[in-house]
């Protein structure tokens, strides 16, 4: 039977494509879904709907959109991985824990140390909190295997 992980969170690096990847590595039955990683596609999910001249309708167009696709997937979703970069700060994916949180769904976070702080109340609901991906694979690896 597959493991559902919806991977939620920032869309710079590669981070997705790691865990994907030592999971296959450790023969894992896990399937991962995502929110659209393509910035400008995920700005846009809204456009076909109508042309807005403020960015404010704009993006809550496309915010709902958008939501289809999140909300079901993570629904549907057995854990959540919620990736916190330093890049930029992350409100979609802080949105997506809390969700997590309200819906009862179990939920890992990955971030560095130095965000720490700013992250307590959205990590204090969480199962695990993941500094790499590779500790995000052991503990797929620890709660998939029999």
């Known amino acids: 039977m597959s493991f559902y992980v919806y991977l939620s969170g920032e869309i710079h690096t590669d981070w997705r494509d790691e865990i994907a990847r030592g999971a296959e590595a450790a023969g894992l039955d896990v399937v991962f879904t995502s929110a659209v990683t393509d910035h400008d596609a995920s700005d846009a999910a809204g456009d076909h709907l109508g042309a807005e001249s403020d960015g ?4 809550h167009k ?3 959109v958008n939501a289809i696709r999140t909300r079901t997937l993570i629904e549907q979703s057995d854990l959540v991985v919620v990736r916190f970069g330093d890049k930029y700060k992350q409100w979609n994916a802080a949105y997506d824990a809390g969700y ?12 560095d140390t130095d965000i ?9 609901s969480a199962m695990a909190w993941a500094q790499t991906t590779d500790q995000v694979v052991e ?8």
């Open 139 to 146: 503990i797929l690896n620890y709660v998939t295997r029999s």
């Open 56 to 59: 404010f309708w704009r993006d």
């Open 100 to 111: 997590c949180a309200a819906l009862g769904k179990p939920y890992v976070t990955l971030h």
């Open 62 to 64: 496309s915010s709902k």
């Open 116 to 124: 720490v702080h700013p992250l307590k109340e959205v990590d204090s």
